[in-house]
């Protein structure tokens, strides 16, 4: 009974080992969300992109919306219609994407 027990108890401490060390991973992994380029402004390093709901934001709803490139090349990749996998971050009150993948 009591060698059941301590087993019990060495699996749950395992257990717990196991997910505070899982975060960092989980996290990298977590996708980007989906967009898609309506219309990109290369002279601004400004694109528009329509998108889902970004909680994380306080976009509840879908929305289209012109964001800031952090890095004006990274637009160079894509054209209006596009789907793509976007990085969106705020940035000094001013949402930037710092980066975009094209979807497959
Ligand atoms: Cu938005």
């Not at 717990?16 to 989906?34: C, E, I, K, M, R």
């Amino acid at each position: 009974m009591t060698g059941f027990y301590l087993f019990k108890r060495l699996r749950t401490a395992l257990l717990v080992v196991g997910l505070l060390s899982a975060p960092s991973a989980v996290f990298a992994q977590t996708p980007l969300p989906d967009g898609q380029v309506v219309k990109i402004d290369p002279a601004a390093g400004k694109i528009t992109i329509k998108h889902g709901p970004l909680k994380q934001f306080g976009m509840d709803e879908g929305m289209t919306m012109v964001y800031r490139a952090a890095d004006p090349s990274m637009l160079a990749i894509v054209k209006p219609g596009d789907k793509i996998k976007f990085a969106p971050e705020r940035e000094n009150g001013q949402f930037t994407v710092t980066k975009i993948e094209k979807a497959k």
